[in-house]
């Protein structure tokens, strides 16, 4: 809307334009010239947030009127509030203006334009226009362009975090979040926030492993990325190689051993094991002592060690394997089917004749008979004792 002005005024404003300088009413050419107006104070960028109207102000001298244009148009006077007063330094004349800007307006330019306001300032030697001061409506949206990723990386690696923050007016601020602590790179170096945002871990460590998030902020709200983890593991490290021992062997062959362990680091949060082995084995090889009274010492020990511990043995084996033989004599029926030897014994009794049919001329020949005692020993078929049977032939 346009400023209600005298119509003088209004005529001059007319046929000067916007970038000429004019003369206002009442300044003649034998009055002594005012300096043009100069700007004390400029109108700045303003954001509305929601429905709340945002001040425009600006301040001149020397200035005899001071006035708000808006995407070209004047506003209206009585939407302004004008202070003034004299500077008593120089005499000359300061004036300050101030209007209100609200969503509505914007909205109904913004479809078309940027909203945009200016002061216009004048005095006996011409006009002097301010800078243009944009007004926007203010919003951040929700969604993150990019948001961190979680990542699980060996210790000591560099870590790159990404975030790019949702669209916004005006452009949103990014911090980070170590377990919802800010993290400031300026009292640790060991972090980097690149000019896009993103966090840079330059040397990872084991306190490191920790909950990341991405802040974007503006003057209207405040977003959250999703959390990223970050897990640091170690790989395992062998320790150094112990001594050698000494040679297991007593006299000749042997053999000497050394260890080392897999904790130089151990391995953390699913690090890799060490390769390779944990033992190592080397043959030896004892000098037998000389003969000597150390050398008989030693057989001699070696001797009654081997006799105490094989001749008790030795003896039990022996009474273990008697047993087991007399055992299987007495039941040996059982391998012969129940038959057993026969023992035939010679038995002379009383005589007897008998014919030799060999004799000559039928002379008796008197011998005397032997007769034989055969023992058959049959096996036990019950659980009567058993009872030598004789026979006699």
């Known amino acids: 809307m346009l400023l209600s002005l005298s119509p003088l005024l209004l005529t001059l404003l007319s046929a000067a334009g916007d970038d000429d300088f004019l003369l206002l009413p009442g300044a003649f050419p034998s009055d002594p010239l005012e300096p043009l107006p100069r700007f004390l104070q400029e109108p700045e960028d303003a954001y509305i947030i929601k429905n709340q109207a945002v001040s425009l102000s600006c301040r ?41 800007v609200y969503r509505q307006q914007v909205e109904e330019v913004f ?41 699980n990386v060996a210790l000591n690696q560099e870590v790159l975090l990404q975030c790019r923050p949702p669209e916004g007016i005006p452009p949103a601020q990014v911090e980070w979040l170590k377990n919802q602590d800010v993290i400031d790179p300026a009292a640790d170096r060991n972090f980097y926030i690149t000019t896009d945002h993103n966090l840079i871990i330059k040397q990872v460590r084991l306190s490191d492993t920790a909950n990341y998030t991405c802040i974007a902020y503006n003057i209207v709200a405040r977003r959250c990325s999703a959390m990223a983890t970050i897990t640091v593991y170690v790989n395992g490290g062998w320790s150094r190689w112990t001594e050698w021992s000494v040679c297991s062997g007593v006299c000749g062959w042997g053999f000497q051993r050394r260890t080392r362990s897999c904790t130089n680091p151990a391995p953390l949060n699913n690090g890799s094991l060490c390769n390779g082995f944990p033992v190592q084995k080397l043959s030896c090889t004892i000098h037998c002592p000389a003969p000597g009274l150390d050398g008989v010492l030693v057989c001699v020990g070696v001797l ?18 008697h047993n087991l033989f007399s055992s299987n004599i007495i039941n040996s029926s059982s391998i012969t089917g129940g038959f057993q030897p026969i023992h035939i014994k010679p ?37 009567r004792a058993q009872r030598p049977t004789r026979v006699y032939h």
């Open 60 to 100: 001149a001298t020397p200035a005899n009127q001071i006035y708000f244009r808006c995407n070209g148009e004047w506003v209206h006077q009585r939407e302004h509030s004008t202070q003034a007063r004299v500077e008593h330094s120089s005499g000359l004349m300061v004036k300050e203006v101030r209007i209100e």
């Open 347 to 383: 038995l002379q009794t009383e005589e007897s004749y008998s014919p030799d049919p060999g004799h000559v001329g039928g002379a008796a020949l008197t011998q005397p008979a032997r007769h034989w005692r055969i023992w058959f020993v049959t096996p036990p078929l019950t659980a």
């Open 304 to 321: 009654l060690t081997v006799m105490f511990l094989l001749v008790p043995l030795a003896m039990l084996l022996y009474c273990r394997y």
């Open 111 to 151: 479809r078309l334009e940027e909203f945009w306001c200016q002061c216009v300032a004048w005095s006996s030697s011409g006009t002097t226009k301010s800078r243009k001061a944009h007004v926007h409506i203010a919003y951040l949206k929700k969604v993150f362009k990019v948001e961190p990723l979680g990542q």
